[in-house]
């Protein structure tokens, strides 16, 4: 019996750490707990926040030194979400080739 007690109480132990962080409603405890966050980037986080709830990844990206798109994956691989969502890295599409026409000069004789 005891056992399966514990096995419960883990198991709750280990959703809840695992549960998402939402940056809009996030408290500063919240935010150090996510790895990759330390006290100076919650306080720009927060500091940010205060003007305007971030609408969305890109939005937080831009407003926030520090967070580009290699750490905002991190991060949310971690568990931060912006209003529930999860990071998802936009494609850059890939630069044109050049691509040189070239005609078949006239043979000259």
């Known amino acids: 019996m005891f056992k399966k007690i514990l096995a419960i109480m883990l198991a709750l132990i280990t959703a809840v750490s695992f549960a998402a962080v939402d940056i809009n409603k996030a408290t500063p405890a919240d935010l150090d707990s996510i790895k ?3 006290p100076s980037t919650s306080t720009k986080i927060l500091d940010e ?3 305007a709830p971030f609408k969305d990844w890109a939005d937080l990206i831009q407003r926030v030194p520090g967070i580009g798109d290699k750490r905002a994956a991190k991060l949310s691989a971690e568990g931060l979400t912006v209003n529930g969502d999860a990071y998802k ?3 850059k ?3 044109e080739k050049k691509t040189t026409d070239k005609k078949a000069a006239p043979a000259s004789k």
């Open 36 to 38: 990759g966050i330390g």
């Open 49 to 51: 926040r205060k003007s």
């Open 89 to 91: 890295a936009v494609e």
């Open 93 to 95: 599409p890939a630069p």
